[in-house]
C-alpha cells in the first residue's frame, strides 16, 4: 500500500464528549502507520483532543503527531487543496470552499463519509451506496459494523495478541495499576466505570457492597462522578480520591491517554463503557461488559441497543442471555440494576466465556481502516 502515497484528509467536529475525536484520531494514526497514507486531520476543537493526547499543541494551526498531520479546522477556512481521499466523520459538513477545492481537481477525489455504528441489519445494505453528489464529486456511505458486508471495526494491527500477552502478566497489569495509583486487593473483582449520568447506579453500587465478594470500581473522571458522590454521601470526588463501603472500594482515576485506556481495560474484570469507541474497545478487551447507548432523538438508540444485544448474545444459553438483556436495557434506561446484575454474576463463566468468543468472531473481519482502504482501491 505504501507506494500509493495517496493523501487522506479526514474532517472532525467535536459534537460532545470524546467519541467524535476518539475515533478519527485512532482511524487518523492507523491509516498512516499501518497503510504509509499521509493523513491530515482536521479537528476544530482541540482541547477536546488534548483530553485523549496531551502532547496535542491546543494554539497550534498544524503539528505533526505520531505520523498524522493535525490541523485546526478554523472558522475562516484557509485555501487549501483538496486530497485524493477526503473522509468527512460523522456528517460533518466540509467547509464549501474545501468543497470546491474536491471538485476543481482534474480526478475529483474519494469523498466519503464515514457513519456511525450500529448493528442494525440495514446497516450491511447501506454501506458504500453512492449518497449525495456535489458537482462532479460523489460522496459515498462508509458504515462500520458488526456483520460481514459492512466496514468492520477499528482494531490496530497486533492488538489482540498484545491484549492476550498483557492479560497473561499479573507483573505488567500489577505496575501498570500501581502506576494510576491502584492496589488491587487478591479476589477482588476489580470493575472500570466510564458512563454517562445514570440514576441506575446507586442500586448496582448498594449491591456490590452488600456482596461477599470485594469489588474495587475504578471511575476515570467524568460525568458518572456526581452520580458516585451522591451515592457515596459525598459532596464531591476528585482524581486520587478512595473510598470504602463495606465490600466496596470506589477510586477516580484520571482521564488517561488512549493506549492506557485500553489497558486499563484489559486489566479489568468488567468494564462499563459507553458511546462508540470506548464500546468496541471494551469488545477488544475480551471480558464481560456493560454498555451505556449515546441517547438520541425519538429512543431510536433503543433500535441500536437491541440488535447489538441480538448479535452479541447469540451464543449464550437462554437464562445468560436474558440476564445480559436486562442488564443492558436496564443500564442505558437509567432504571435500578442491582437485581440484573445479581442474574448475570450467576453466569459469569459462561459471560467470560461469550466476550472471549465475540472477540474472536469480530477479528475475523477486514478492520476498518483496511475497509477503506480497500474501498479506495476498488474505487480507482
Ligand atoms: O465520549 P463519548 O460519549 O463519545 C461519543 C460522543 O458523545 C459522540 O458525539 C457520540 O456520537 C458518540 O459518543 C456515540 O464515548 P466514546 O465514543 O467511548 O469516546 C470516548 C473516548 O475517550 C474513547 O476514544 C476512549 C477515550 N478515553 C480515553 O482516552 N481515556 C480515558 O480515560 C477514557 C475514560 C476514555
Known sequence: MSQLKTRWDIFCTVVDNFGDIGVTWRLARQLAAEHGLAVRLWV???RAFERICPEIDIHAEQQSQQGVEVRHWPAEWPSTE?????????ACQLPSAYMDAMAEREKPPLWMNLDYLSA????????????VKYKSVQKFFFFPGFQPG???LLRESGLLEQRRQFQQEPAAQRQFLQALGVEREANSLLISLFAYENAGLASWL??????NTPTHLLVPEGRILGDVARWLGVESLAVGDLHVRQALTVQVLPFVRQDQYDRLLWCCDFNAVRGE????????????MLWHIYQQDEDIHLDKLDAFLTLYTKGLSAPAAEAMNGLWRAWSAG???????LEARAHWPELQDNAEKWC???ALQADLAAALVQFYLNWI
Open 44 to 46: 476544530d476543537d482541540l
Open 82 to 90: 483538496a486530497a485524493d481521499v477526503v473522509i468527512a466523520a460523522f
Open 120 to 131: 442494525e441489519d440495514w446497516v450491511v445494505g447501506c454501506h458504500g451506496l453512492p449518497s
Open 150 to 152: 459492512t466496514g468492520g
Open 206 to 211: 448498594d449491591v456490590l457492597s452488600a456482596d
Open 277 to 288: 469507541d470506548s464500546f468496541v474497545r471494551a469488545q477488544w478487551a475480551a471480558r464481560p
Open 335 to 341: 432504571q435500578p440494576i442491582g437485581e440484573h446484575w
Open 360 to 362: 474472536l468472531e469480530q
